[in-house]
């Protein structure tokens, strides 16, 4: 008997929780007081962002023991930025038909490995205008 996969809807992940490792989410929580974020979720998109700008797929997390963001507040809650994190998502993973189970894992995967370049970065940096200033001048060095 084949079982039916159910297709990933948009509303499926605005209304899905997200969680990365119990580590990647407090080293989010820490940098995100170190550069006086006032949003969980901003150092949560730059790691997406720095995760996907790499080329291959990331490790799948070994535990999501970290705290949840809601998929509207982590992608935005205007239907045009969260169709977009999806299609850069789904496109990055190179997979057809992925489940929500599935995206949250890959989710899960970016955000984990973003944090970890990111963590490298915000050490050196004294703002996010800094670390993002750092950032933008290694992407451009490779």
Do not use: C
């Not at 977009?84 to 998502?89: C, G, H, K, N, Q």
């Amino acid at each position: 008997m084949n079982q039916i996969r159910p297709p990933l809807q948009i509303g499926d992940i605005a209304r899905a929780d997200f969680r990365t490792s119990f580590v990647a989410d407090a080293e989010n929580s820490r940098i995100q007081k170190t550069l006086e974020l006032p949003y969980r979720y901003q150092p949560a998109r730059l790691a997406l962002s720095l995760s996907l700008a790499q080329p291959t797929a990331p490790t799948p997390i070994s535990d999501s023991g970290g705290r949840p963001i809601r998929g509207d507040t982590l992608f935005g809650q205007d239907e045009a930025d969260l169709t977009l994190w999806v299609a850069l998502i789904v496109e990055h993973s190179g997979a057809v038909g992925l489940t929500r189970r599935e995206f949250q894992d890959l989710v899960a995967g970016h955000w984990a490995r973003g944090m970890a370049i990111l963590s490298k970065t915000e050490k050196s940096a004294s703002s996010i205008e800094d670390a993002f200033a750092q950032l933008m001048s290694d992407a451009s060095s490779h």
